[in-house]
């Protein structure tokens, strides 16, 4: 049974942790993937990191709706649903030098949205719910949903990308709207 976990809204200093990467994915990480994604589908969010419901350990999910326009270049990884990943100590190996403003919204800053520059397309090395090495190109908005994950597990939040004055505008907001 999967169980929908709470999640943190900023400024909780729990956001704040750099996680550590995952030994060994065994029946616990596994358990820890499904619950965050039954919490993320819970919660409408497209992604979610471990660090999000206070377990600072190097983990997320995905499920952005894929780009199929453009060929995604998925060499492995791919599982009965290709939109939803489950991805472990995930390392960005190469980012596209094109930047692209999207508009980022989190889970943890409940309602608020802002635009934040990265770049357009990345390429991640992780392990996958199987333990299994696999390597993603990521393509615009899952290419900026990876990058906003994985800022999440360094304790990075993306009105990091803000002005000081429009980052405490945002957090004010984000706690009248507080679940
Ligand atoms: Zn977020």
């Not at 995905?62 to 199929?68: L, W």
């Not at 190996?93 to 989190?106: F, I, K, P, R």
């Not at 990521?138 to 002005?163: M, P, R, T, W």
Request: glycine residues 6%; aromatic residues 4%; contains cysteine.
């Amino acid at each position: 049974m999967m169980t929908v976990l709470p999640i943190l809204v900023a400024p909780n200093p729990l956001l704040r942790k750099k996680a550590l990467p995952v030994q060994e994915v065994d029946s616990q990480i596994q358990r820890l993937l499904e619950d965050l994604e039954e919490t993320m589908i819970a919660e409408d969010g497209i992604g979610l990191a471990a660090t999000q419901v206070g377990i600072p350990k190097r983990i997320l999910v995905m499920n952005v709706p894929a780009n199929v326009t453009v060929n995604g270049e998925q060499i492995e990884g791919m599982n009965s649903n290709p939109d939803l990943y489950h991805i472990i100590n995930p390392e960005i190996v190469w980012a596209s030098d094109t930047l692209v403003a999207c508009n980022e919204g989190c889970l943890s800053v409940p309602g608020q949205y802002a635009p934040v520059i990265r770049p357009d397309s990345v390429r991640v090395r992780y392990l996958n719910k199987a333990g299994k090495f696999c390597e993603t190109t990521f393509l615009n908005l899952q290419a900026a949903c990876v990058q906003h994950e994985i800022d999440h597990l360094d304790g990075k939040l993306f009105i990091d990308y803000l002005s000081a004055l429009k980052r405490d505008m945002l957090i004010r907001k984000a706690q009248k709207v507080r679940r």
